[in-house]
Nanobody, 115 residues
Framework: QVQLVESGGGLVQAGGSLGLSCAAS????????MGWYRQAPGKQRELVGT???????NYADSVKGRFTISRANAETTVYLRMNGLKPEDTGVYYC?????????WGQGTQVTVSS
């Protein structure tokens, strides 16, 4: 079993910054990819960014240039640095980690950006 525990998030004014982290524990062999999704009220969950074991990074167009994703701790922790936050960035942010054919999810952390 793999557990993902997120931390960070909270309330920030538009233009501000926040950082999220997600630490994995349990029986871990190797994650092929880790990253973040988010879900705004009344909307579907959408991909924010992904970082692969090879270091390839992809971002949603809506966050390019403002968000930075990174990995550490033998690639069992993933971070999301969010700068220039906008009200439309508000939502629950979920980290994920893919190991073989299984995707594991964190519990989600709330990010609220006030205008």
């Amino acid at each position: 079993q793999v557990q993902l525990v997120e931390s960070g998030g909270g309330l920030v004014q538009a233009g501000g910054s926040l950082g999220l982290s997600c630490a994995a524990s349990g029986t871990i062999f190797s994650f092929s990819a880790m990253g973040w999704y988010r879900q705004a009220p009344g909307k579907q969950r959408e991909l924010v960014g992904t970082i692969t074991s090879g270091g390839r990074i992809n971002y949603a167009d809506s966050v390019k240039g403002r968000f930075t994703i990174s990995r550490a701790n033998a690639e069992t922790t993933v971070y999301l640095r969010m700068n220039g936050l906008k009200p439309e960035d508000t939502g629950v942010y979920y980290c994920y980690a893919k190991m073989y054919a299984t995707t594991y999810w964190g519990q989600g952390t709330q990010v609220t950006v006030s205008s």
